[in-house]
């Protein structure tokens, strides 16, 4: 070494021919230097991150939002089984507080959020266990382990079931009810969460809550599963029946969706006599539609009505409207309420229209022919008038006289 550094100084500090007169001590040399400076880059950056990471867990307390929260919990898992015993130390006595800022920052979600991120912290709970096992700390590593089961099996199923049993079902929380379907269907007993749920949903009248009735219409097979098949059974089975009673509010905005049809059905089917009633003093003869009238005369239920008189208005009203007349004439329930003598009257007087129509299409035919042959009568006359007056003009010839 002590010929090396002679050699240095000989040379001027000329590295190449440092180099030549002694390749094998330079290159030690170099590396030696390298490796110092290796050395001394990771020392200072163990310093920088492991400054970072201690300054981190002391301001635990400051993490506002889920992105911060799961961003240091990251920051956490990464470097604290790099930056010894010290880091250790400082997550095992910050760990209380860092369960608790969790838990106030999760309780401000959706539950279909609170679903997403709570897995999400109690995954990085898990990573935090497994990045503190080889300081054989086994407090701070069963810490995170069991908290991280704890947030899931406790903190998670609590706020499902607090929020499937206070649920109100509307249009709005379709998404959270998906959510929680999605969940229960991944675990190994989808019932014990979606009991809560089913039991609260019973609670409600789908035959009278129309935002229930609206919460159904926004339910797919794809992502409600038990619930949307439940749901739609049981609005299927109120329409079909004849039995259950559908609110007014509900029909009404069927009719208003231009869902007609289905309000028409429920009507003809609908058996229950104190009901049917009700509808008929709400809806007959109110919304000037023939096929709502008609739907309360198909039904065979007796209750209290003036059929007879709205159907015998409406065809003297309509006294020359050979469709309308037919299509009454033909719309379930009307023949028995006029009876077959007022009945065989109806028909007789759609033939007897119908005849009307055919004598006076006849008779217009008949009267257009006629003008066509006197436009032809008049042309031909006007013609023999100009030829008669052109030979009165015709000029006598003369003779040349010399």
């Known amino acids: ?4 550094l002679n050699l240095i100084k000989e040379s001027n500090y000329n590295l190449l021919e440092i180099y030549k007169q002694a390749p094998n001590e330079t290159l030690i040399v170099v590396a030696v230097l390298l490796a110092l400076i290796a050395l001394a880059y990771f020392f200072i950056n163990h310093t920088i991150k492991k400054s970072i990471v201690l300054k981190e867990l ?14 240091k919990l990251v920051l956490f898992v990464n470097e604290v089984p790099k930056r010894g015993e010290v880091v250790a130390k400082a997550l095992d006595e910050n760990k209380d507080k860092i369960l608790f800022r969790s838990l106030k920052i999760l309780s401000g979600f959706s ?6 991120k709570y897995q999400t912290i109690s995954k990085r709970f898990k990573q935090l266990s497994d990045s503190t096992s080889k300081y054989n700390n086994n407090k701070l590593t069963s810490f995170f382990k069991n908290k991280s089961l704890l947030l899931i099996n406790n903190h998670l199923a609590k706020d499902i079931d607090d929020y499937a049993s206070t649920i109100h079902f509307c249009e709005a929380e379709v998404e959270n009810v998906n959510a929680i379907v999605q969940y229960a269907n991944k675990q190994n007993s ?6 809560v749920l089913f039991k609260n949903l019973n609670s409600f009248s789908f ?3 129309l935002e229930l009735y609206k919460f159904t219409e926004k339910l797919d097979k794809k992502n409600s599963k038990q619930v949307y098949d439940y749901c739609t059974e049981k609005i299927k089975n109120i329409f079909t029946s004849g039995k259950n009673e559908v609110s007014v509010n509900i029909l ?10 289905k309000v028409y059905e429920y009507i003809k089917t609908l058996t229950k006599v104190s009901y049917l009633q009700y509808l008929y003093k709400v809806l007959f003869d109110n919304k000037d539609d023939l096929h709502l009238d008609l739907a309360f005369i198909a039904n065979p239920t007796k209750i209290k009505n003036e059929y007879k008189e709205y159907i015998d208005n409406s065809l003297t009203t309509n006294w020359r409207d050979k469709e309308h007349i037919e299509f009454v004439s033909k719309s379930p329930g009307v023949l028995e309420v006029l009876g077959h003598t007022e009945f065989r009257s109806l028909i007789e007087r759609v033939d007897r229209i119908k005849t009307d129509i055919e004598n006076n299409k006849k008779i217009e035919e008949a009267l257009t022919i006629a003008k066509r042959a006197e436009s032809i009568a008049i042309e031909a006359k006007s013609f023999n008038q100009a030829g008669s007056k052109k ?6 010839f003369q003779p040349k006289v010399d």
């Open 1 to 4: 070494m002590s010929d090396f």
């Open 190 to 195: 989808p019932w014990q969460i979606l009991d």
């Open 252 to 261: 009404e905005y069927l009719y208003e969706k231009d869902e007609k049809e």
């Open 111 to 116: 539950i279909k959020d609170k679903i997403k």
């Open 207 to 209: 035959s009278y809550n």
């Open 58 to 71: 002391a301001k635990v307390d400051e993490i506002n939002t889920f992105d911060e929260l799961n961003a």
């Open 391 to 396: 030979k009165k003009e015709k000029p006598v």
